[in-house]
C-alpha cells in the first residue's frame, strides 16, 4: 500500500506554505507536493493544505482573487469526494471565498492587526483534525490577522452551533468564552468551523507556528499527528 500524501497549495503571497509543510513532514514522515495556484491539475492526495499568508496581497478582498485560481476548482472537486482539506488563517478565508465553509472573515473589530498567542477551546475531538486532543482541551497557538472576524447570518450561525460544526473557539486559558478573549470579534468567539460532512476545516491561528519544540511549543503538532493518522488508515 503507498503512503499517505498530502499537497499544499501555494498562493503568490503565500507565507505560511513552508510552515504547514515542515509540519506534515514531520507527520507524515515525508515531505508533501507544493502546487501552485496556476495549476489546474491537482494530485491525487489524501489530504490538501490551504496555507496562511497573503494571497495576492489581499487585494480585492483577503481570499477572494485566490479563491478563483484554477487550482481551487480541483480542490473543491476533491473535497466533495471526501477528501480531507485544512484551511489556516488566509486559507481560511479562500475556504469561505470559494463556497466551501461559510461565512466571511471580516476586518478585526480593533481595526488592527493583531501578532501574539491566543488560547483555544477545542469543541470537539471525534473529527479528522481534532482526534489527538480531548474535548475540552485548552490549546495555546498564534494567530497572526488583520481580518479574522468571523462573521455570518443569524440562520447560519444557528445551524453551526447546532450541528456541533464548531471546532475551535477563542477562550481564557482556563477554557472560559467571554469577550476579553476574543482577540478579534469573531461571533460566538468563533476560531475554526468544520463543513457538513466534517472533511474541511477552516481556521483562523496557526497550530503550524507551534507545533515543534524549536518554536516554543508543541500544542499545534496533534493535529497534524491526528490528520497522519486518519489519512494512513
Known sequence: MSAASAAVIVFPGSNCDRDIAVSLEAALGHAPQMVWHGDSDLPNVDLIAVPGGFSYGDYLRSG???????IMREVVAQAGRGVP????????QVLTECGLLPGVLMRNASLKFICRDVDLRVERNDTIFTRDYGAGDVIRVPVAHHDGNYFTDPDTLKSLEDNDRVAFRYCAPDGAVTQAANPNGSLNNIAGILNEEGNVLGMMPHPERLADPQLGGTDGAPMFTALAEAIAA
Open 85 to 92: 482539506v485544512l484551511g489556516i488563517c488566509n486559507g481560511f
Open 64 to 70: 477572494a482573487m485566490a479563491a478563483n485560481s484554477p
